[in-house]
């Protein structure tokens, strides 16, 4: 890990009324977009608001209707770090659904291949936001978890229910090592949900 001693926060009173006055903007946009859609946009033909509707249509459909493009929809959405839901109890609903075991954890690792790169970027691309957002003491507490265990907190919180999801992007903020963010993350995703077929499987037998 990259780690510089030297690399501190400016957690002054001015910057956090900063942040939080722009964190209160950004969530007053957004709802302001909400209510204007809700209101006006919903029932309008402008091309590019059919276009999205459509496209969330579709991908909800997907997903309701279990095919193997909701599994890639599921997995690749709910493994974001700002969307929580619970990324096992969603393949579990999957592997009711019958698909081949080895295509169904195939397909739900590419979509969390995708959105735990994203989550990596994120946090790497805007660490100086992050870096804002989040104190001192937890900051240096998870970098403390991190430096002790290494690879081996990666593993765990990927081979166990734990929310891989955030540490994902924490560890982007942190500029960790890529080959072995993948690595361990892979590993642990791919022991997690064998195992879960074969418990399902022995249950169901």
Avoid: C
Wanted: a positive charge.
């Amino acid at each position: 890990m990259d780690f510089s001693p030297d690399v501190m926060f400016d957690y002054n009173l001015k910057e956090k009324r900063r942040f939080a006055y722009t964190t209160f903007a950004v969530l007053g946009l957004i709802l302001i977009i909400a209510i204007l859609y809700i209101l006006v946009l919903q029932n309008t033909d402008i091309a590019l608001i059919t276009a999205i509707k459509k496209g969330i249509l579709h991908i909800i459909n997907n997903i309701k209707d279990k095919t193997l493009l909701g599994v890639f929809y599921a997995s690749s959405i709910g493994g974001l770090f700002f969307v929580t839901i619970s990324l096992e109890a969603v393949f579990l609903t999957f592997l009711k659904a019958g698909f081949p075991p080895a295509v169904l954890v195939g397909m739900y690792l590419f979509g969390l291949t995708i959105s735990y790169t994203i989550n990596y970027y994120l946090g790497m691309r805007l660490a100086s936001l992050s870096q804002k957002a989040i104190t001192p003491q937890k900051f240096y507490k998870i970098k403390g978890v991190l430096n002790k265990y290494g690879v081996m907190a990666i593993f765990f919180f990927n081979v166990l229910p734990l929310p891989s999801q955030p540490l994902s992007a924490i560890l982007g903020v942190f500029k960790y090592n890529k080959a072995k963010f993948y690595a361990f993350f892979l590993l642990g995703q791919t022991i997690k949900y064998s195992v879960m077929v074969l418990a399902a499987h022995f249950i169901g037998a």
